[in-house]
């Protein structure tokens, strides 16, 4: 198969940033997907409806022109947040829970979530998606057993409280947390990403410290990854693409103290692509990239199409911003897939 053309996909959870870097990285997501879900870990991060819509219209400012393209904007919750915040405007999709510390701009994430069970039972109510970062932060849980151990503590109690919220774990990263899912009702999903389907842990020191493939949740162990891949190629809707792409500039991420996050947004259905056909999967990439997450979300499935074609290319070794550099997933080396058009 050379060309293979499937309903236009979007992506259920991506960085977009603000100012300069949110001019730079929209046009990439904007010629493949239709819509995405924004996280709201901005600096300050968006915790009211207010800000969501001001932060829609600044995303919107910078699609180009001949591309249409629907920012699904979230809140992030705090400790403080209220109830009031909940179904007040349809452009809020969900809303996201970073633990505390748990990753970039988190400072201001949940410390303790008894303290937004008001806010729960508010979504439940509505049927408003709750957006799991799933790790614990405690220094005393190794570094790659933090979404093991958040699950048991945190999510499963969460999830019977409340057993008509509807759930994501994001980015999952563990078989532990793909057994989670796939056991728990149809309320609960997770979204994949291109990286951790492609990468092991072992990505993190091929020849040296790769400060290029470091993001959070952390990659795992090659059973892990071979998990998710089995996971997302299932044809289970629970599982459906989120590319978590996080951009972070060059010198933040080349640095004594380097940023978690990768650019993934340059060719992320191409990355995808490469995925499903490694694994016999080409026909199963349409509902994972275009039916589930829309499905889940309520939402009617994109009708136009996008193609992809068999092309080798190489990707940039950096992107050149106004006032940065940015470093793509697989900088300077090839792909296998391109988007046409
Ligand atoms: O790698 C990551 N980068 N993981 C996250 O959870 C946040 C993201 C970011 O915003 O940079
Ligand atoms: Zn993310």
Redesign the pocket.
């Known amino acids: 198969m050379n060309s293979l053309t499937i309903t236009r996909p979007d992506d259920w959870h991506l ?1 977009l940033r603000d100012g300069d870097m949110l001019a730079a990285v929209v046009p990439d997501t904007a010629r493949q997907f239709a819509r995405a879900i924004v ?1 709201p ?1 901005l600096d300050p991060p968006v915790t009211t409806t207010e800000q969501a819509i001001a932060y829609r219209r600044r995303i919107l400012d910078v699609v180009p022109g001949e591309l249409n393209f629907d920012p699904l904007m979230t809140l992030y919750l705090t400790d403080q947040t209220s109830p009031d915040e909940i179904g007040i405007d349809p452009c809020v999709h969900a809303v996201k829970w970073y633990p505390a510390g ?4 988190s400072s201001r994430g949940v410390s303790d979530i008894s303290r937004c069970y008001g806010v729960l039972e508010k979504m439940q109510q509505h049927d408003v998606p709750l957006l799991v ?1 799933g790790e614990v932060t405690d220094a005393d849980v190794d570094v790659f057993d933090r979404e093991q151990v958040f699950i048991e503590r945190y999510l499963v109690p969460v999830t019977e409280r409340f057993p008509g919220l509807r759930v994501v774990l994001e ?1 999952v990263t563990t078989s532990q947390g793909v057994e989670f899912v796939k056991a728990s009702s149809d309320r609960i999903a997770a979204t994949i990403t291109a990286h951790h389907l492609l990468l092991n842990r072992n990505a993190l020191f091929t020849g040296g410290l790769r400060p290029h493939h470091y ?2 949740p952390v990659l795992k162990r090659e059973e892990h990854r071979r998990a998710l891949v089995e996971a997302a190629t299932s044809g289970n809707p629970k599982f459906f693409l989120g590319t ?1 792409s ?1 951009p ?1 500039a060059k010198n933040a991420k080349e640095s004594g103290c380097g ?4 650019y993934t947004a340059l060719a992320a259905v191409e990355l995808y692509t490469e995925v499903f056909e490694e694994a016999g999967a080409l026909d199963r990439l349409e509902a994972f990239a275009s039916f589930y997450g829309a499905d889940f979300y309520g939402l009617p499935r994109n009708s136009d199409t996008i193609t992809l074609q068999r092309e080798a290319w190489r990707v940039p070794e950096v992107l050149s911003l106004d006032h940065a550099e940015l470093v793509p997933f697989r900088a300077a080396e090839m792909m296998q897939w391109k988007l046409a058009g």
């Open positions: 960085h996280m870990n748990a990753t970039t701009n970062h980015h993001c959070l978590d996080a972070h940023c978690a996050g990768m």
